[in-house]
């Protein structure tokens, strides 16, 4: 049974089980088995799926053109203290009623930000010893905590890159309160998102002073929560744009290189987002695949945009045929580093029904799940890893073997090709490929 509070939030609706592909039960996975084995992981060790506090729990639809749709029963008190711990009532339950074992917040997103730096840390405190509580009862863990150093107008100008010390500092306080709680609560990991950390007009900004500020603050963050006992990965999320013109962790391409330029590399890995991978046009699996090549690959947030929108639109998952090729990546490169598929995902603004967020999570499970299925069939049944390994054969033997192992000259090479003439037009096949895809989808 699902861990209930001192009142049950989404009434009519019990756990939520797996029943297989011909189900017609709405409220259950099709495809998400969490104990069903793939590639020598059950599911849920594969996935440790994670709700996000932010959308789920605060997101009511507002938008730049009108206000919220959605009234959320757990936010009706009119004390502050008590609409948090009815939040956290919430959310355990629904977390427990999905069978999912993880949650994500933002500093935040758990209680109200107060007048003063130290009535917010009080709150904080507070409502993490409440949540402590519901862990213990529950089992479900805290797979990453972050801050929310972008929304407060204090931050439009950047946090740690802002040119005001005075606002730096205030950011590092924040952050210290929510590493503390991130560690009060064992959490496994902590993300940096620089929601504001970039640059609106290059006139007006110093760009390196603002990247190397980065680094220190950081290098600061990481040294601060070692000395206090967490294990945990650090995670850097890539975004190009919105809300500032230009984001200083563009793409995993950039973040990687700004993490390896300021020494962190023994510490930090990425957080991928789809929907920012798009916006950095790129593919979701572009980016999975730039982080398992430096040994990064550490967390998702699983959501897509919208095809016709440029912005960050956040929808939940339901492209088996996309998700899967990313899966071939996920399976080919080991899994993820520390973290957990996080459902960084809002409901529509026009889905007002408490039931639109559990069917909103079980689609995104259930395409995660399908998609997985895909590519371990893809690689262990089809012809998909035989045909690749023949495409770069010629790399295996002879000259080109020599090459890979740098024995090779810039003269050698030279002296190769005026002996050989020609070389032969080799398709890349690529259409054999997505059919193999197809056919195992």
Known sequence: MALLGDKEFFKGIGDIKYEGWDSDNPLAFKHYNPDQVVAGKTMRDHFKFAMAYWHTLCGTGGDPFGPGTKSFPWATSGDTIRAAKDKADAAFEF????????????????????????????????????????QKASGVKLLWGTSNC???????????????????????????????ATIALNGENYVF?????????LLNTDMKREQDNIGRFLNMAKDYARSQGFKGTFFVEPKPMEPTKHQ?????????????????????????????ATLAQHTFQHELQVAANAGMLGSIDANRGDYQNGWDTDQFPNNTLEVAEAMLVFLKSGGLQGGGINFDAKTRRNSTDLEDIFLA????????????????AVIQQSPYESILHKRYSSFDSGKGADFVA????FTDLYDYASGQGEPEQISGKQELFENILNQYT
């Not at 079980?362 to 590519?375: E, H, K, S, Y």
Request: aromatic share 12%; net charge negative; charged share 25%.
């Open 193 to 201: 998102w620089g929601g504001r950390e970039g640059y609106m007009s």
């Open 248 to 276: 200083y962790d563009f793409d995993a391409a950039t973040s990687i290189n700004s993490i390896r330029e300021y020494g962190l590399e023994n510490d930090f890995k990425l957080n991928i987002e789809v929907n920012h």
């Open 361 to 376: 999570h079980i689609g995104g499970a259930d395409t995660f799940a399908r998609a997985l299925l895909t590519a371990d």
């Open 95 to 134: 977390i427990t009623k999905m069978g999912f074992g993880h949650y994500c917040f933002h500093d935040y997103d758990l209680v109200d930000e107060a007048e003063t730096l130290s009535k917010s840390e009080k709150r904080i405190q507070e409502i993490v010893a409440y949540l402590q509580q519901k």
């Open 150 to 180: 972008f929304s407060h107008p204090r931050y439009m100008n950047g946090a740690a890159s802002n040119p005001n010390f005075d606002v730096v500092a205030r950011a590092g306080a924040q952050v210290k309160i929510a590493l503390d």
């Open 406 to 409: 740098g024995r090779l000259s």
